[in-house]
């Protein structure tokens, strides 16, 4: 067919049509999809990958997206560090420590000597264990050296860093200063050192040192019983599991002489913001665990005080606290009942297109904000697969079902709290709540960070009349405060405007009911009239109760309530957060809205399942699983009854939040939401469980895209901003007695920290005379000076001394430091530096003043010698002015001549 | 009268028969629990557990000394009285031994099932098809290899197969996961045709077929291990098995005969 050049212009317009045509159809989706309602992802699945050397491989082979699990293996941590596919972060929640038997000197059931009953030489063994070495060679750089109770990368750390500077200097490796204390003391205790070995009452003195097998501990406990060796000991070395060694350490009896020391391990699951208030309780009191062994601890008088008022609360302002913390860290150094060896840092792979936030305590699988900020790099949208160790470990209810870190990280996904716990200071953010006012009566040591929380402090808190109390399970009533009732906080909560618009993924929408249901709930299943009572909830309950004072719901919509308590924390955040978060949907164990856990009520109280493990235990029936098991058709079942009665739980009570056609038409939404999905578990948060395959052990979610939150709503806490430090200007040497400043940087990826962001610079002035500590000045955003004043300078000895900045920034838990030599020159010195300064200082003016002057003799002599020229130039004027006048006059005589000559010659 | 003397005789056999099945069954729990020293070790661990997770509770941190000992205390004693070693384990070990006797499998202390449940039985149950679907499909493809293999090489005495297949006989002296290891090095890390691991493709495909098919996918691999480790001893044996039967005398006789 001949083609027109019409009908070819008509195709090119068509063509160029159609290719605009996609370009915009192809933007307009890309565009709108930038930042999606609800996760940034499109689904994430999870599966079990116990091999970590597997795991590793399938991350860059692209099999993997992310590993919940930290590395152990420096060398598998090596083979992540140098894949140009992956990246890594670290969390801090591991740590070891060398535990001591105290009882003694001899155990009481054997008569052997016992050496760490002296406290004397539980310190020294602070000096025998080089923590450098053990951190470097043993844990393949995957840790620090830990001195301490206080957890590097924790708040309060980083509150009482200076200290504990000090301590690491004071506590060094020193092992020769070990030998000698412990020398001393042994000899004190009627023990020989014969040709290098301890010897008492005529036979060797055996220490019996429990080691851990499971991980590095094995490695940890031979070098520390190579060193005890060295000190003339007897080691006897047995190496067992947990199961094997917590007999003999825990419930043992430490008189029975079955142990000297254990190679101790503890976790952190979550950023602890007051362990200054109970570590040194726990670690090192009698206080810490009802067994033989913290039984047997006999701390000094003052420490046991100090440590006790701290465990109690028992101070009144902050500055209270730190000087109790200080002190307590001093005196636990002194007693060592436990020698912290090291603090693990444990490394998380991932794949470098996805992107996610981790938690410092808890990885990636302890943030609570991963689902709201994984994504691709590149892209938006996509499939993320995740591996574990383990997945679907007990069974999952909200209740008190699975409270296993397996289960929870993608529990957690479906849910969506009240506040947000903030992954590098432990504080909280708001999320489904606007603000909130806090009231503290005074005595009570509180200080508040973030401006969305506003803190006062009042004489007297009375919780009103009508506030509710508790709950009578046998009335089906609410009850309110006696009168007459106190209470040390109250916290106004201002939840969302639009909170009550807020969708469930089964479709039915959140409302004020879900929260009373949660607070009669919460009382009914302590209350032996109950059907729902449940004996192993009641110790937890009681504890509750003796804190909570009253609950008063101000607005309805939007929701304000007023909650009282007895409980109070350090930060006026925490104390806002538990009001808030007390009877939220987002329940301990995952999502509650009331129609999904009252079904499951339901079934409890037909004695057919069991929301606790105890409870199903002590009946024999099944322990709820809303995800698959037996527990479903049960569930499905009396879904269908509750449909078919248009069941309203605590009817008298409820029934004034929720109609019957609004209770059925939640249960239809579940029966509807059951069918599709195949489980029970409903939630509100950024994903959806979309599968469950228990035999695989596999399990998918899905993005909820009615979920209210955009997915860059919490983007700045994809990384956490910790501050990098150094020294700018350093003087080459510092003189005594004389000023002295430096300058320091603080920036975040090449850009100055904001002042605002930091909480403070704290600096340590070492020097062989000792310490001192002082604060730095901002001077711009990123920029600190120190100054060192003369009085500083004046006692510092001549040498070398060292300075140490401590950055603690606001939006980080980790302190970072930067540290410079100093040459420090003596006052004689530095007077005579000074006067040679002056000197050479004068002698530089004179210098200058000689140049100036013999500038100036040479400028006279310019003008002189100007001067000569000008003279020879008036003179020659003159002279020529002299001639000129002459010539002048000669001519005027001629004319006058000529004039006479002239009139003559007329008159004649 | 000989009925009552075989009626007695087979009494007498079934109490000694029971009573030794019983002592057997007792011992056997006296030793899995180490006398009653099992009681101790996860007694201690719950009480490490439970005392740790109070303490490291922000909510209890303002606690009193003797309420947070109440609370260890009541929180440890509900866990024991759930896991029943609120009884001296010489009452239970009775218990135990009644519920092995009727077969009773009751509920496990710690595991679950994967789908939650603590049921021993249901336990057991859920994961009962898989092993069969793994191991009985490996056991079947080892059995006819074995026996067909056995067979060609009994035929084949002192050939090169034979002698091929007596020499890697021995691979069967290192266990199945060794293999799979470099198997999946092979064939999931470098060639990348076959999965790493686990029963399904991630996410686990909706459609039933398309399921079964990755099921099947996932299973070459650990059969494979198993074929590797023990396919040519298991030839060996079984041509050495038919090697002496063919040198019996029924079978000489009937070659004698004129049987091929």
Redesign the interface.
Known sequence: MKRSPLNRGEFLAALASLLLLGLVIGTIPAQAQQVPRGPWVD?V?F???Q?QA?AI??LQ?G?MHVYFRDLRDPELFRRVRESPDLWYIYSYGLFYELTFNPVGPEFPATGKLNPFSVPGIREAMNYVIDRDYIASEIMGGLDVPRYTALTPAFPDYARYADTIKQIEKEYAYNFEKGRQIINQEMTKLGAELREGKWYYKGEPVTLIFLIRVEDQRRQIGDYVASQLEKLGFTVDRQYKT???A??IW??GNPADGNWHLYTGGWI??AI???EG??NFG?YYTP?????PLWQAYKPDPEFDRVA?KL???DFATIEERDELVTKALWLSMRDSARVWVIHQIAPWPARKDVVLTYDLAGGFSGARLWPYTIRFSDRVGG?V?IASTDL?????NPVAG?NWIYDMFFIRATSDPALMPDPYTGLYWPNRIKNAEVYVTFGNPVGATLDWVTLRFVPEIRVPEDAWYGWDAEKQEIITAPSGTTAKVKSVIYFEDDLFKRKFHDGSTFSLADIVYSYILTFDRADPKSPLYD??Y???F??FR??FKGLRIISEDPLVIEVYS????LDAE?IAN?AASWFFTDYAQGPGPWHVVAVGALAEEAGELAFS??K???Q?V??M?L?????LPVLAAQLDKAIAQQYIPYEKVLGQYVTKDEAVNRYQNLKRWYQSMGHFLVGNGPFYIE?V??????V?IKAFREFPDTADKWARFTKPIIPEAKFTSVPSAVEQGFPSELKLSVTFGGQPYRTDDIAYVKYILSSPAGVSVGFAEPVTDGEWRIILKPENTYAMPIGTASIEAIVVSKLVGVPVSATASLNVLSFRDSMLSEIAKAKADADSKIAGLRSSIDNLNNQLNNVNTSLQGVQGSITLATALAAVAIVLSLAGIGLTFARGRRAAAQQKS | MQVKRIALYLARRGIVLFLTVVAAVYVTILIANMGG?VD??I???V??RV?TSV??N????????T?????????YE??I???GFDQPFFIRSFNYLADALTLNLG?ALFL????????VR?ILM?RL??TVLLFTTTQLILFFIGLFGGLYLSRKYGSRTDKIVSLLAPFSALPGWFYGLFL?IIFA?VL?ILP?????D???P?DRFEYALSVLRHMILPIMSWLIAYSFFNIYTRRTFFLILSKEDVVEVAKAKGLP
């Not at chain 1, 007895?566 to 924390?569: A, L």
């Not at chain 1, 995800?627 to 527990?631: E, Q, R, T």
């Not at chain 2, 922000?58 to 000394?65: D, F, I, K, Q």
């Not at chain 2, 790493?196 to 399904?200: K, L, P, R």
């Open positions: 689904e699945s599966f079990i990958e091999d597997k491989d399938m082979k099999e947990s199961r094997e917590s007999p825990l419930r952190a699951t602890d913001r007051n208030g109970t726990f206080r810490g665990q009802p067994v006790g465990w109690n609360n499939s697969k679907l470990v007990d069974p999952v699975s004996e192993s009641v110790p937890v009681e504890e003796a804190v007895d409980r109070t924390y925490w538990e493990a105890d199903a235990d002590a024999k099944e322990w699983n995800l698959a098991g037996p527990s599968k395959d228990p035999t695989a052990k596999a998918v | 020293y101790e070790i007694k201690s661990e009480l490490f005392s303490y490291q922000p909510a209890y941190r303002g606690l009193n000394e309420a947070l000992k109440k609370l260890v205390t009541e929180l509900n866990e009285k759930r896991l509920r679950s099932s994967d789908s939650g449940s603590r049921n249901i859920e098809p898989n999946i890390s990348r790493y691991g686990g029963m399904v991630i996410p686990p909706t």
